[in-house]
């Protein structure tokens, strides 16, 4: 399913798109059941998909048959599940069962991912489009180094000293699994 658009921003609304169709689908399956979820469950379940996506770059085998496109595109809904979790203490607009209704669902989803979209659009202006020229596999390994520092963050209650808190953190994952999509589908 490559993107025949020509800019970043428009590749990057594509690779949004996609992933946005996936989760209301899957909303529509199993509901918003996420929203039990604790931070450090979201962050261990990017870490297991960030080290599949590792062992497939670093192998060729594929035992489970799902891609990985399909493993960084479950990294940008998590990501998003994430960043909802962290914006919202609780459900927002959630019935009285704790559901979101897709609209608000769609809604949400396409406020947190105005924010990651903004915050790559600035990265780009300030460091060019560096990430054009990274392997793929860089990539992944930026990812993980990132779920290493969230990881190490809770580990110690949020406690920081000098570094960015964990949002940044997650927006920036999203944003390398955006360009691994708009790379691999390019």
Known sequence: MPP????TAEAYQFVI????????????DYG????????????????????????IEETGINKVGDGV?????GIINYCVIALLLMKFKESPAADSEGELSEESLSNLYDQVTQSTFELMENKNHDYGEAWREMRISSLTDMILTKLMRLKKIED??????????????YMDILNYSVFALIRLWG
């Open 32 to 55: 918003t059941s996420w929203q039990i979820l604790r931070l450090p469950s979201v962050t261990d379940q990017l870490y297991i998909k960030a080290q599949r996506i590792r062992g």
């Open 17 to 28: 798109g996609k992933c946005k169709e996936v989760f209301l689908k899957k909303s529509r």
């Open 69 to 73: 496109d399909t493993e960084y595109l």
């Open 4 to 7: 025949s658009p020509k800019t």
């Open 156 to 169: 110690n209650q949020g406690a920081l000293l000098i570094s960015e808190g964990p949002e940044g953190s």
